[in-house]
């Protein structure tokens, strides 16, 4: 699961700087600070009213921050307006013209701009080309799928040539099969075009599959910014191994052997983290559900439930000492049925440590 395409360098495009935005008695950005790479597919990924939408609208000079800064190549983009930044927003909706067939919907920033006709003929033919609408180029939005709509909203933002494009929920009024086919179709038109995107999306699947890194937001916070691969084998907060897919978390304290989580006794906990977690610490120990095995370990419990779908069987089981239950996912059906008394457990290696606060707050 490697996100990286090839035109990902390291050189910063955007520097988002201690930017914070307040509505009223609502704090949307809280002292945002982060960098998205020039040429790379970003992802601003959180629940309702975390912030992301309204950092995108800063990017895009639709909203201003109260404090903080935004660079563009090392110049402050907050000065330059709008409708003069090298930006581009294509929105939920994809606002096409109704009455305008796709290539005069493609044409019409570029007829705006009062380039030479041919130069806009030419871009717009190469445009509908890459995104596999140049059969359709006489028709009009009501004539097109939902797929094909949301490809000519993408073309008209991309035949601009902006330096970022930032997409807002892009592919929510999608059905799920059409949804799974535009994410690949996103990343090979970023990967071809070789513009920096950046989507706001509450769907972590979305995120996962489309992005080099994602900023996961809570509150108006950044709380990590990472690859796919580590948000998910490496969550640094409570909220984040929470938000990030099934987790099972366990509380407790932190001993040389695991960590003690109460009633269940000390479980396996990586030893190559113990540096960063003092013996007596608290911590959240957070274990993947594919990563628990079933039929052996520290562990007992009894099934409650197994479900089986997509090839992979998801059971649930009680486990006496530990609040709700413990996930378990297996390849294949089940071999175990509800009732039964099972052992289960895991590699330490397989398991992650996530710092609490002394109060306790686990921020989920």
């Not at 009009?140 to 008209?156: M, T």
């Not at 809570?218 to 640094?236: F, H, I, N, S, T």
């Not at 409650?304 to 090839?311: A, I, P, R």
Request: aromatic share 4%; net charge neutral; with cysteine.
């Amino acid at each position: 699961m490697n996100h990286m395409t090839g035109t990902t360098t390291t050189t910063s495009l955007i520097s988002i700087d201690g930017v914070s935005r307040r509505f009223g008695d609502v704090t949307a950005l809280d002292s945002v600070s982060l960098d998205i790479r020039q040429g790379e597919f970003f992802a601003l990924l959180g629940p309702s009213g975390c912030g992301k939408t309204t950092l995108l609208r800063i990017l895009a000079g639709f909203e201003e921050p109260d404090t903080g800064s935004v660079r563009l190549d090392g110049a402050d983009l907050l000065a330059v307006p709008a409708h003069r930044r090298p930006v581009n927003l294509m929105f939920q909706s994809y606002a096409l013209f109704p009455h305008m067939s796709v290539e005069k919907n493609v044409a019409y920033g570029l007829e705006r701009e009062k380039l030479p006709r041919e130069e806009i003929r030419k871009r717009v033919s190469e445009v509908l080309e890459t995104v596999g609408l140049a059969a359709h180029a006489r028709r009009r939005p009501h004539q097109l799928s939902g797929g094909q709509r949301q490809r000519v909203a993408l073309a008209r933002a991309i035949v601009k040539r902006p330096r970022l494009l930032l997409l807002d929920e892009p592919l929510s009024a999608l059905d799920k099969k059409v949804r799974a086919e535009m994410q690949l179709e996103l990343k090979r038109l970023q990967h071809e075009v070789g513009i920096t995107f950046v989507v706001v999306t509450h769907d972590q699947e979305e995120a996962m599959s489309l992005a080099d890194r994602i900023a996961v937001m809570q509150g108006g916070r950044v709380e990590q910014l990472d690859a796919p691969v580590a948000l998910y084998d490496r969550p640094r907060t409570p909220f984040v191994a929470d938000f990030i897919g099934a987790n099972n978390l366990f509380p407790g304290t932190v001993t040389a052997k695991g960590l003690e989580a109460g009633g269940l006794g000390v479980l396996p906990a990586p030893a190559d983290l113990a540096a960063d977690f003092p013996v007596g610490a608290r911590a959240l120990l957070a274990v993947r559900p594919e990563r628990v095995r079933l039929g052996a370990g520290e562990l007992r419990g009894t099934v409650v439930d197994v479900s089986f779908y997509g090839g992979t069987s998801h059971v649930a089981l009680s486990v006496p000492g530990h609040e709700g239950h413990v996930l378990v996912a297996t390849q294949g059906p089940a071999r175990v049925e509800t009732g039964a008394e099972v052992q289960l457990g895991w590699n330490a290696a397989d398991a992650s440590l996530i710092p609490v606060s002394e109060r306790g707050d686990r921020s989920v």
